[in-house]
DNA sequence: ATAAAAATAGACCGATTAGTCTAGTGATTC
DNA sequence: GAATCACTAGACTAATCGGTCTATTTTTAT
């Protein structure tokens, strides 16, 4: 059974994947798991900053467990291309809706508050080190910075394929991954 | 001089650009260009709605438009490094807080307005096929492909500069466009 | 069993939200 | 010069915003 604060931030983590940070509001999160606002204040005494703060983290350490799965015992070419289905069955599943889990906070956040897109910087890196980790132990050269890189296009394509509602984007990394890999 | 339309329409290109969609506030838009609300609903009889589409248009074009000086005359590798140039400078110049001019808006429309969307939408598309233009006209093999990939790149290289505070993985991809055009 | 702590419950607050509506101003046209 | 139009002006509304506060209930520890 889950606790009423993890319910609070699984659904707050739903909630700002899809509508940012000022587009995810207070009451919408407390009607929707069922608890008053006193709970909420209870378990986040720093409010709606806390809450989505805590959020961020939560939503991407489990985009990062669906990765890593997802690479577990492949070889690079054919992990990475298990990654990118990741994130296009994420699309397909949600109707487009659900795309990167933190983004639509972190193009705001430096613009809003600096713990924030801190939160947001942490995770991206932390996805990213994983990453260079793995290409690493297949032998990759220049890991680090080709995980970097990895990331921008899936990141990009992520964006462009959420906005024109078409996967295409994604389905081209599989093309461009083998020749990152190999440059 | 500007016309009242013209100046709500910038101002809140630039609050859409910085905050996204939920986080910039008709009042806001109104206290920086200096009319009453009466002045806003005759020109937008739509709303907040009407205002975003437009200064998303507006936005994206007057994107399209630096991107087009970077491009012209120079040889593709050359016009695309000035490309992300232009993306680098935007960071640099408002310490990290306008990156792409419509990200903010594009990846939570999607479960906001369909004709937001569709705005953001047309956008990106209108910006990838000058691009595909271009890189045909200087005999680049699968123009369109490649341009779809490079803004691609240079979508997810925006996003992930901004959020680390860090143009590294912009400059980053200056390594890889000889890459993409001579795959 | 009782005291203390944790958590829930929700009324209430001031501020702000997008939007409506009525007046009034200014310029244009007949 | 009268009428019509485009536009400005801002008061006002209902709803919602994030947040505070006091009670009450539930759980834990002794």
Known sequence: ????????????????????????????????????????????????????????????????????????????????????DVMINDLLESDYKDACPITAVAVVATSMDEDIRLACENIFKGWQENLAGYLERRGVSKANQKAEQLYAMFEGAFVLSQAHKDVKYLKNQKIYIPIILNS
Chains 1, 2 share one sequence.
């Open 1 to 84: 059974m889950l606790s009423t604060k993890d319910k609070l931030i699984q659904v707050t983590a739903g909630l700002i994947r899809r509508k940012g940070y000022s587009g995810t509001g207070i009451s919408e999160v407390l009607k929707e798991v069922g608890v008053p606002k006193g709970s909420l204040y209870h378990h986040f005494p720093d409010g709606k900053n806390g809450l989505i703060r805590q959020a961020i983290q939560y939503g991407g350490e489990a985009q990062m467990l669906k990765y890593g799965e997802a690479l577990r015992g492949k070889p690079a070419l054919e992990g990475l291309s298990a990654m990118v």
